[in-house]
């Protein structure tokens, strides 16, 4: 007899995780979505106007340096290479993102080889900051106050809804500065986009004879003893009904425009000044580019916290959201045949490609062990 397992959420995390189990011939895979589609928010679909693919939830770039997740989203897609060359619109003019020698170049109006450019800012840091305690003081330290207030004070405000100050230095890690003319958004070795977008390659990962999937149906906790297991990839605190207070997240509103012609000559550009309410505008026809058409369509994004009736983007991660976290973790370490797995299921900001490779990790280290001894997460929230 086959094993019944019940998976919540339809998106990159449930599905691949499905697939791998029922693979194996051993499972049988329930898969619940509260939404009225599959992939989650990497939910691409045809714009009914202009034909455009649209990236419904804000644009994903798939980049990864893991061969094993790039070679499994290739199994199911075909990928065309594509660079992310982001644009910033500051007070002092347009540069591009992440800030590298042309950034700085420009931005100083120098004309500076990279040993000069990386000893300019090292002159212009704050010398005072030996170890950053937040957003703010790590970006002085490493920046200056210049490059700082112009390209991430603002940008960072709109984006989380609090002070540089209050926010860990562990963010701005993730922004490289480079010191030579390379502008790729990205430092992975594999990057593209799936010619038909994210949707297809969701659908034939759960089409499959041993996967059902039920959507606009969203799973009930209290029907977890139907199945002999449960992998649940919505927000954790919503598995216990939110009965020690509600974790927090950032949700990102957006505002939809159609013009003709190419808008702003480029897929992204972000928008650092605070009084600029939208952090950036996305130009979806650039997505695809081996694509033509005449019209396009753009969206300005908004970021604010989410509301219980909003869709979860951004876990804040803040100290009192990580205190409320560990108490939301012992609760499901001690529930049995349930596993939380996913940005939401464990309350961390990843990209899809960490997904995909923790959901394979999960699947081998599962299907090692005996169903009874399968883990609470698929990586520590902590």
Same mark, same amino acid.
């Not at 990279?114 to 957003?135: G, R, T, V």
């Not at 004879?209 to 969203?218: G, N, S």
């Given at each position: 007899?086959?094993?019944?397992? %019940?998976?919540? *959420?339809? *998106?990159?995390?449930? %599905?691949?995780?499905?697939?791998?189990?029922?693979?194996? *011939?051993?499972? $049988?895979?329930?898969?619940?979505?509260?939404?009225?589609?599959? %992939?989650?928010?990497? !939910?691409?679909?045809r714009d009914d106007e202009?034909?455009?693919?649209?990236? $419904? /939830?804000?644009?994903?770039? !798939?980049?990864t340096s893991r061969k094993d997740v790039w070679d499994y989203v290739n199994r199911w897609s075909e990928f065309v290479p594509f660079v992310n060359r982001v644009k910033a619109v500051t007070r002092e003019g347009v540069f591009s993102m992440p800030i590298n020698l042309l950034t700085i170049n420009q931005y100083f109006k120098k &004309?500076?080889?990279?040993?000069?450019?990386?000893?300019?800012?090292?002159?212009?840091?704050?010398?005072?900051?030996?170890?950053? $305690?937040?957003?703010?003081?790590?970006?002085?330290k490493f920046l200056g106050s210049a490059l700082y207030k112009s390209f991430f004070y603002g940008y960072t405000k709109k984006q989380w809804g609090v002070e540089p100050q209050e926010l860990p230095a562990s963010i701005l890690k993730r922004l490289p500065v480079r010191f030579n003319y390379d502008d790729n958004y990205y430092n992975q070795k594999y990057q593209g986009l799936p010619v038909e977008g994210y949707t297809p390659i969701v659908q034939k990962i759960l &089409?499959?004879?041993?996967?059902?999937?039920?959507?606009? $149906? &969203?799973f009930k906790p209290q029907e977890k003893?139907?199945?002999?297991?449960?992998?649940?990839?919505?927000?954790?605190?919503? /598995? !216990?009904?939110?009965?020690?207070?509600?974790?927090?997240?950032?949700?990102?509103? !957006?505002e939809k425009f159609v013009a003709q012609g190419d808008f702003q000559g480029n897929p992204v550009i972000n928008y650092?000044?605070?009084?600029?309410? /939208?952090?950036?505008?996305?130009?979806?026809?650039?997505f695809s580019p081996w694509e033509t058409h005449e019209k396009t369509v753009c969206f300005k994004e908004y970021s604010d916290f989410a509301k219980p009736e909003d869709t979860p983007y951004y876990p804040l991660r803040l100290p009192e959201d990580l205190t409320l976290l560990k108490k939301y973790v012992e609760l499901a370490e001690q529930e049995n045949k349930v596993t939380f797995i996913g940005r939401l299921g464990t309350y961390r900001y990843l990209d899809m490609h960490v997904?995909? *490779?923790?959901?394979?990790?999960? %699947?081998?280290?599962c299907l090692s062990k005996n169903i009874s001894d399968w883990p609470s997460f698929s990586q520590s929230p902590l």
């Open positions: 007899m086959k094993h019944k397992i %019940a998976i919540a *959420g339809a *998106g990159f995390a449930g %599905a691949v995780l499905a697939r791998e189990l029922v693979e194996t *011939g051993d499972f $049988q895979v329930t898969v619940f979505d509260e939404r009225d589609h599959i %992939a989650g928010n990497c !939910f691409t679909k202009t034909g455009i693919l649209l990236h $419904q /939830y804000g644009p994903h770039i !798939f980049n &004309k500076m080889n990279p040993q000069e450019a990386e000893d300019f800012l090292k002159n212009l840091s704050k010398k005072n900051i030996s170890e950053p $305690q937040n957003f703010e003081e790590q970006a002085l &089409k499959h004879d041993d996967i059902e999937v039920r959507l606009k $149906q &969203k003893d139907l199945y002999h297991h449960v992998f649940w990839s919505g927000p954790i605190d919503s /598995y !216990f009904e939110f009965k020690l207070g509600r974790l927090r997240y950032r949700t990102l509103k !957006f650092c000044e605070a009084e600029v309410p /939208y952090t950036r505008i996305t130009e979806h026809k650039h997904v995909i *490779g923790e959901s394979l990790d999960l %699947a081998k280290v």
